[in-house]
């Protein structure tokens, strides 16, 4: 038997209140305005668009080297040369808004040299990695020049193959990534090596022991490497 249902029978059914429609609203508003945002705010970064610079320091007379390199989201990779008259050699992989500034002096028969990557401040940059044609810059010393190394970087994967170099210490700290590092046979200093999220890999074939120091998320401890 069918019922019918007047009018009076039916339930009410409740209306949205006009807060619900303001709330949804802002809701809508805010993604529309973090989409904006992200648009512009991140420049992303693909092999197509890099350019390539080639760069030099020369020795200057200098009979040993203090040599800072200091990155932000490229990879970085630093190997040696038999250089007749040069500090170092390299090559960078950068866009266009990103720039390499170069500093140098000497002193004393010492030369200062201080490479940074230079990130536009009002740009978030971030790279992406396809088939090695991320942004990235490659760095030759000198192989015979008695150098102290520093290597400070945000992020980005580290290659330190200093087989060979005459290397009197080194630092080298990296917030994120993968650092790989060959030191030499010998090495007159201490070897400093810092990562806040990632790996680290040391192949060492020193004929004297020396007092290396690691830190890995606020873990630090002594080794003697011979």
């Given at each position: ?211 290396a120091k690691l830190s890995n998320q606020g873990l630090s401890f002594e080794a003697?490497?011979?």
């Amino acid at each position: 038997m069918s019922k019918y249902i007047t009018e009076s029978e039916r339930p009410m059914q409740k209306r949205p209140s006009l807060s619900v429609f303001n709330r949804v609203l802002l809701s809508l508003l805010l993604l529309g305005g973090a989409a904006a945002l992200f648009r512009v705010g991140l420049n992303p970064i693909s092999g197509e668009n890099l350019t390539l610079e080639s760069f030099q320091e020369p020795l200057q007379g200098a009979k040993t080297a203090q040599i800072s390199l200091g990155g932000q989201s490229a990879d970085l990779q630093v190997g040696v040369q038999a250089l007749a008259g040069l500090a170092l050699v390299g090559k960078s992989y950068f866009p266009q808004n990103i720039k390499l500034t170069r500093s140098t002096r000497l002193e004393r028969k010492t030369l200062w040299v201080n490479l940074s990557e230079n990130l536009p401040s009002s740009r978030f940059t971030f790279g992406l990695s396809f088939n090695n044609r991320s942004p990235r810059w490659d760095v030759q010393l000198n192989r015979e020049l008695p150098t102290d190394l520093k290597v400070d970087l945000g992020s980005g994967d580290t290659t330190l193959n200093l087989e060979g170099a005459t290397l009197k210490s080194l630092n080298a700290r990296v917030g994120s990534g993968e650092m790989k590092l060959t030191l030499p046979n010998r090495l007159e200093g201490d070897v400093s090596l810092s990562i806040r999220s990632g790996n680290i890999r040391v192949d060492s074939a020193l004929e004297t022991p020396i007092s290396a120091k690691l830190s890995n998320q606020g873990l630090s401890f002594e080794a003697q490497s011979g």
